[in-house]
């Protein structure tokens, strides 16, 4: 029996076609050291994840403690500090009234349980009606079945999931907002009116609305306003819907502030948090209510207990390099070095022009260069990789998001190379 190179089944790769992925040795700070020796900046941050770098030494120290001592046990029926301790700092960090902690092992996870959450409290209180999700086109929670079924699985942007239409439950979409973060007035009007027709219309059946928050990701970058934010959290209010910040990509400061709730300063019912949750470490994902939420599961019967339970929920190990992870934050005033990278992706890259690009966006973070043909980015990351960076463009999109730990001229390197490919 043959035997491939590799046993390892890569992520969204067509593995019919060679492919030799590149072999890291080692990893700090924001390199990443190949077998060879040569060394790349990380200019994604292993999908936004490693926000302070890698191999961080304060981080190390509390894992090796933390191994020692207690490395995992089950929330069934036993606690730890960790977890409690780290449930207490996400109440206290994120938007008012979000009192209440939901750990799990993924993002994609993490907004399963958002949803799961939502559908369960409505029939708690006996409402048999509200059974649709009401998301954005061009949305992204993930790649679980659940998850999947909101992220527009048809030919729409992104269309990883078209494959699935017809098996997914369908839900309901409406026009991603095209207003930009600094928001046309005519295009804000218009974004909020489809909305606001479309819970109207269909309120009695939605039970929640779920949303990224000023910036999707996946779905190509696309900036919107906190003023459509701050309004379409107040119509769902109005008409009785729940409202979902799947915050997985754009906690922890990738926007410019601590999460993108605060661009508009409201407080959604359920918040999904992962990816920068932990550093980059490990696996971990938190889903916050409100206490409104959380009341909706108090009952005499056990029934309406919310009945989910990952085995690795509120891993010790995980909780702690949370808590570390956003010390770090705190004390090393990561918000104003996320400041200083936006500057200088304004700066060095938002002007840059060419015939080949579409549009220019930054913010926070992140800086992404929309071309018009997704071949034109065909070779780009081979190129990058002989110019010491590792970037990952896909589709048509070329984006950096980089950790916040990047020094200037590291950043400079970045935007020189993604500028020199074209």
């Not at 999700?133 to 999947?148: E, K, P, Q």
């Not at 007035?185 to 949303?211: E, S, Y």
């Not at 990952?310 to 570390?324: D, Q, S």
């Not at 022009?353 to 930054?362: A, L, M, Y």
Request: with cysteine; charged share 20%.
């Amino acid at each position: 029996m043959n035997k491939e190179k590799s046993a390892i089944w890569y992520p969204y790769r067509q593995h019919k076609h060679p492919y030799t992925p590149l072999k890291i040795k080692s990893a700090k700070g924001v390199y990443l050291t190949l077998e060879s020796g040569a060394q790349l900046i990380d200019a994604i941050s292993s999908w936004w994840c490693v926000i302070h770098g890698y191999n961080h030494p304060d981080i190390n120290a509390v894992i090796t403690e933390q191994i020692n001592t207690l490395p995992h046990v089950m929330l069934g029926g036993l606690t730890h500090d960790p977890a409690e301790n780290f449930a207490n700092k996400l109440v206290e960090i994120t938007p008012n009234g979000l009192n209440h902690v939901f750990f799990a092992d993924s993002g994609s996870v993490g907004c399963e349980i958002a949803l799961k959450m939502v559908f369960q409290f409505w029939m708690n209180q006996g409402n048999t009606k509200k059974k649709k999700i009401l998301a954005l086109n061009r949305s992204y929670h993930g790649d679980t079945f659940g998850v999947m079924a909101v992220s527009r699985p048809d030919d729409s942007y992104p269309s990883m999931h078209r494959m699935f239409k017809g098996i997914l439950t369908e839900h309901l979409f409406v026009p991603e907002p095209k207003m930009g973060f600094e928001a046309d007035p005519k295009q804000l009007a218009i974004d909020i009116d489809l909305f606001h027709d479309m819970i109207k219309t269909n309120h009695k059946h939605i039970a929640a609305f779920i949303c990224e928050p000023i910036m999707q990701g996946v779905g190509g970058f696309n900036l919107y306003s906190p003023a459509y934010l701050e309004k379409v959290v107040s119509i769902c209010n109005e008409y009785n819907v729940l409202v979902i910040f799947d915050e997985v990509a754009t906690g922890f400061g990738r926007t410019g502030k601590l999460f993108g709730a605060d661009h508009a300063q409201v407080t959604p019912d359920l918040m999904v948090l992962s990816k920068a949750l932990t550093a980059g470490y490990c696996g971990h994902s938190a889903t916050l209510t409100t206490s409104p939420v959380f009341d909706g599961f108090l009952s005499d019967s056990f029934d309406h207990a919310f009945m989910h339970g990952p085995t690795f929920m509120g891993n010790a190990t995980a909780c702690r390099v949370g808590l570390k992870s956003i010390e770090l934050f705190q004390d090393n005033q990561t918000l104003n070095k996320i400041a200083a990278i936006e500057t200088c992706l304004k700066t060095q890259l938002a002007p840059f022009s060419h015939p080949k690009v579409k549009s220019i966006r930054v913010l926070g973070a992140m800086g992404v260069i929309e071309v018009y043909d997704a071949n034109d980015l065909k070779g780009m990351q081979a190129y990058a990789i002989e110019h010491g960076v590792w970037i990952r463009p896909f589709d048509r999109f070329l984006y950096v998001t980089p950790p916040y730990i990047i020094t200037k001229d590291q950043l400079q390197h970045v935007i020189d190379v993604m500028i020199a490919w074209f």
